[in-house]
């Protein structure tokens, strides 16, 4: 207990009772925040005026005065509301809980006893940076809907309080549990953080290499589309490059227009690259993954500084992924998950994701995790052949001949010879995929692999299993095989075509591994 | 560990720890079929009562590639009423659910055969649903959640009304079960 009166008496608001505790008001750099969470608000809500505004544009030159005025006016609705948001929004501490009062028109009250706290996050948004202020990110298990802000608190102080519920749970959970008193107490005498993974940059420019983060940017930039490419087309004619004439057939051979082609291809390619690299530069810079009594920290950020922490008992599998980029590149994505729910955009969120670390260091990553793990020993059993079979008569076969019947009758064998190259890509997928399945178990957890071209390991606790599925059609039966699923709170990972007494085996000691432990799955 | 050796599971009617494969499985109440198949044969003969007036109607012209689909359909109609009929009758029989000391199984389908086995200690919440035909024969559909997500939501649809409150009292009274609400 001597644990959480050090903390009490560095954030001295913990020890008093609820009826004490004062109201009290967040730094006024919070208005900072708001004024970018409004500001956010309206470019989301309206973001598709954007292209005809552009469009409009002359139009609006044309008449500065009512530009300046909506402008003007939207910047003062902005300033107003985060104004009036920080000044509503209030927040108390007493032994125990947190109390949040916010909200302008619609008033919400929320009352989070520290015990229900899953996740602490700290996060530091670039205008946060010069006074080191930070905005407390406090989780609950229940849905989005219920997570707490603390949006301006003194770094400090934020560490304090965090460290202070970080303790009161670990508190709560010893009283519940002797196992895990001994653990805690085996672990305070060690509570300092420990390093255990850092990323370099060239580490983030190899991740940003080999995951292509460019979809984001895409899709941000898909209202100038059409700008750009007159713009684009503009410049390269001031540059004495005319497009459209090069790719015209008239006037090109199709030799010239094909390496024009490629050659853009590879341009295109290379730009997509560059900033894929920024991304991966952007969200991962000073990345460090620190471990303190068994919280996982995580912090990265170029811009904005995100501190992740998550309980090693909430963690429901490790993953560890390759696709072939990363396997010429010899590079493995780790990622720590817990519960995903139902929210899968916020998945990301909810992972502690190690980018692009070597065999090497994700296996010691692992280690740490599950220190009896055997991933790096253990032999994989091969899913039946018969997967190929089904995915090659069931789908393939029937897509093949329908296209190359209708190919050769509409008289066109260039695109059917064509087309016998997609064909063949496909049927290299089913063989790799197939290829690629595995599935081991011992005592303690089950290992999974499969994958593509790339190859994802999973490895997870037996015990964190929720529900298990097994399933059999006529024709498996038959041959003995079965598929089975097996349903975690992260998600569910099938394993398709096994053998009957292998998927049994795998389901039964999977039930009994986790009703003969008595631990909790988070 | 201390907590193993007095470890069983066994199936509540026997005493030894039975495979899920040895399982003897329970089926569903024979209500819940035959309030399927009135269901089934009151839509689709809605269905075909709408199709006759249609045809019969003396008020407005149908146009005639109209008229020939309805009349079409109208003897089309009862065959699919009376395959799906056939179906729901024979995929009902293969619904079956069994208890274990630690966990319930749902097992259904004819040709793809699946069977769901949900651990008790894990289930979050559990529900009683009941529409407004299934309130009249008393029957119940029970769902247990998880943290599995909601698309793994486990139902045993068709049961006795008293046998779901039965089991949804032995989820409930499980000794494990809610633990992490203890937390």
Redesign the interface.
């Known amino acids: 207990m001597n644990n959480s009166e050090r903390s009490a008496s560095t954030v001295p608001e913990l020890s008093q009772t609820a009826a004490q505790a004062q109201w009290q008001r967040v730094s006024p750099i919070a208005i900072l925040y708001f004024a970018v969470a409004v500001l956010r608000f309206f470019v989301g809500q309206f973001i598709y005026l954007i292209p005809p505004l552009i469009l409009l544009f002359n139009r609006i030159k044309d008449n500065p005065g009512l530009a300046i005025g909506i402008v003007s006016s939207l910047l003062l609705l902005i300033v107003v509301a985060a104004i009036l948001k920080f000044y509503y929004f209030q927040y108390r501490l007493s032994a125990g809980t947190v109390e949040i009062r916010s909200g302008v028109i619609s008033k919400k009250y929320l009352n989070l006893p520290f015990?229900r706290i899953q996740n602490i996050k700290l996060e530091q948004p670039i205008f946060y940076r010069p006074a080191d202020y930070v905005c407390l990110q406090l989780d609950t298990a229940g849905s989005v809907h219920q997570e707490a802000r603390l949006v301006a608190l003194s770094r400090p102080f934020a560490e304090s309080l965090k460290q202070h519920i970080l303790d009161s749970r670990q508190v709560?959970?010893t009283e519940?549990?002797n196992q895990t008193m001994e653990q805690a107490a085996l672990a305070k005498p060690g509570a300092t953080e420990q390093l255990l993974n850092q990323r370099s940059l060239v580490d983030l420019v190899i991740h940003g290499i080999s995951n292509n983060r460019i979809w984001l940017f895409l899709g941000l930039a898909a209202p100038f589309y059409n700008q750009l490419a007159d713009k684009i087309l503009g410049v390269l004619l001031k540059a004495g490059i005319d497009l459209p004439a090069m790719f015209d057939p008239g006037q090109q051979s199709w030799l010239l227009i094909g390496l024009y082609a490629l050659s853009l291809t590879m341009f295109i390619m290379l730009l997509f690259t560059l900033f894929s690299v920024l991304g991966s530069v952007l969200s991962f810079y000073g990345y460090t993954l620190h471990k303190k009594q068994d919280n996982y920290i995580r912090r990265s950020g170029l811009l904005t500084r995100h501190e992740v922490s998550m309980k090693l008992s909430r963690l429901q599998w490790v993953a560890l992924k390759r696709d072939w980029l990363d396997m010429l590149l010899g590079r493995v994505n780790l990622s720590f998950e817990q519960?995903?729910?139902?929210q899968q955009q916020f998945a990301t969120e909810q992972k502690i994701m190690v980018p692009s670390v070597t065999p090497a260091e994700a296996s010691i990553l692992l280690t740490d995790a599950y220190p009896d793990n055997q991933l790096s020993s253990i032999s994989f059993s091969r899913i039946s052949r018969r997967f190929l079979w089904r995915y090659v008569l069931l789908y393939w076969l029937p897509a093949a001949l329908i296209s190359q019947l209708l190919f050769w009758l509409q008289q066109q064998p260039v695109l059917a010879l064509l087309s016998l190259i997609p064909l063949s890509l496909w049927a290299l997928l089913i063989v790799m995929r197939w290829y690629r399945y595995g599935y081991a178990q011992d005592d303690t957890y089950y290992y999974l692999r499969r994958g593509y071209f790339g190859v994802d390991y999973y490895c997870f606790a037996k015990y964190k299993?929720?529900?298990?599925?097994?399933?059999?059609?006529?024709l498996m039966?038959r041959s003995g095989l079965c598929s089975v699923k097996l349903?975690?709170?992260s998600?569910?990972l099938a394993v398709p075509f096994i053998t009957e007494t292998d998927g049994?085996a795998l389901?039964?000691q999977g039930?009994?591994a986790?009703?003969?432990?008595?631990k909790?799955?988070? | 560990?201390s907590?193993?050796g007095d470890?069983s599971?066994t199936q509540l009617s026997s005493e030894q720890l039975t495979?899920?494969?040895a399982l003897q499985l329970e089926p569903l109440a024979r209500r819940y079929r035959l309030l399927r198949q009135g269901v089934n044969a009151v839509v689709f003969s809605v269905l075909w009562l709408i199709l006759l007036l249609q045809w019969l109607q003396p008020w407005w012209e149908l146009p005639a590639n109209m008229l020939q689909v309805v009349k079409h359909a109208l003897w089309l109609l009862p065959i699919l009423g009376g395959l799906r009929a056939l179906y729901c009758w024979h995929a009902d029989k293969h619904k079956h659910f069994a208890l274990r000391e630690?966990?319930i199984s749902y097992s259904s389908g004819i040709?793809?055969?699946?069977?769901?086995?949900?651990?008790v200690?894990?289930v979050q919440h559990i529900e009683l649903k009941q529409g407004p035909l299934e309130r009249k024969a008393a029957l119940a559909r029970l769902q247990l959640f998880?943290?599995?997500?909601?698309?793994?939501t486990?139902e045993i649809p068709g049961l006795h009304l008293t046998q779901a409150q039965q089991i949804r009292q032995f989820v409930l009274q499980h000794k494990?079960a809610l633990?992490?609400e203890?937390?």
């Open positions: 015990n709560t959970t519940t549990d519960i995903n729910g139902q299993l929720q529900q298990v599925q097994f399933k059999q059609s006529w039966r349903v975690m709170a998600g569910a049994r389901l039964e039930l009994t986790l009703q003969r432990s008595n909790a799955w988070m | 560990m907590i193993a470890f599971n495979p899920l494969v630690h966990d040709f793809f055969r699946k069977m769901i086995t949900q651990p200690v894990r998880s943290a599995g997500g909601a698309l793994h486990f494990d633990q992490d203890q937390q």
